[in-house]
């Protein structure tokens, strides 16, 4: 079936940091891949996206690139802000059947000034 | 365009009690996805809809929960009788019937049972 692997958190950084977030899935087809970001208090909202192979996906100064040949779409920003504080899922849609969405675990980040 | 709202946002009860949840999707989205987040577990699919048909409730963990959608604007998960384990914060999602649709989430019911 279909899963997704994200790195463990917290990941601690320093305002201005370069950010990485690791995630490799697992699908049959030719999924749509998806960042979502959850702030205390709030549901999941969508970061990005991106639904074909070499697709890069970016907002908010955030970006990820979908590598079908390594299967990822690791989420990257230059330079991290406070405000970015929250939990990143990565998530995949399978082109196959309703539209059901995999998440991975999430991972929390925090920003210290 | 309105969200996904659901209410109540915050409920406290007594164990066996019925919890009854709402959730009104965005129009036009005919797909509803019911959420469980929990430290411990992370966030769990309990069931989804396509055009207010149950498509998988394989993820509803036991006879005590159940969950309708009458119409395309309304969805109910309820849980009777509640019980202590089953506090944690409540999700409902919405989409349009496509892959490469995202999820609209609302912004969460936090029940907790005493």
């Known amino acids: 079936g279909d899963s997704v692997t994200q790195m463990e958190g917290p990941v601690t950084l320093s305002e201005e940091a370069f950010l990485t977030i690791n995630c490799t899935y697992t699908a049959t087809g030719y999924p749509s891949l998806f960042w979502y970001v959850q702030y205390p208090g709030e549901g999941l909202q969508l970061l990005l996206k991106?639904?074909?192979?070499?697709d890069k996906g970016s907002n908010k100064g955030f970006e990820a690139t979908y590598r079908k040949e390594t299967t990822s779409f690791h989420l990257e920003k230059g330079s991290v802000q406070v405000s970015d504080s929250a939990v990143y899922f990565c998530?995949?849609?399978?082109?196959?059947?309703?539209?059901?969405?995999?998440f991975g675990t999430g991972t929390k980040l925090q920003v210290i000034p | 365009d309105a969200g996904v709202i659901q209410s109540p946002r915050h409920e406290v009860t007594e164990m066996g009690q019925e919890v009854t949840l709402r959730c009104k999707p965005i129009s036009g989205h005919n797909s509803l996805f019911w959420y469980r987040q929990t430290m411990m577990r992370g966030l769990e699919l309990l069931i989804y809809?396509?055009?207010?048909?149950?498509?998988?409730d394989s993820g509803m963990p036991e006879d005590r929960f159940s969950a309708k959608m009458p119409n395309a604007s309304f969805s109910t998960l309820k849980i009777q009788p509640s019980e202590p384990r089953d506090s944690a914060v409540y999700f409902c999602?919405?989409?349009?019937?496509?892959?490469?649709?995202?999820?609209?989430f609302g912004d969460g019911t936090r029940l907790s049972i005493l």
């Open positions: 809809f396509n055009n207010n048909v149950p498509i998988d």
């Open positions: 991106a639904t074909k192979a070499d």
């Open positions: 999602a919405s989409s349009r019937d496509s892959s490469n649709q995202p999820q609209h």
């Open positions: 998530a995949l849609s399978d082109s196959g059947g309703y539209q059901k969405v995999t």
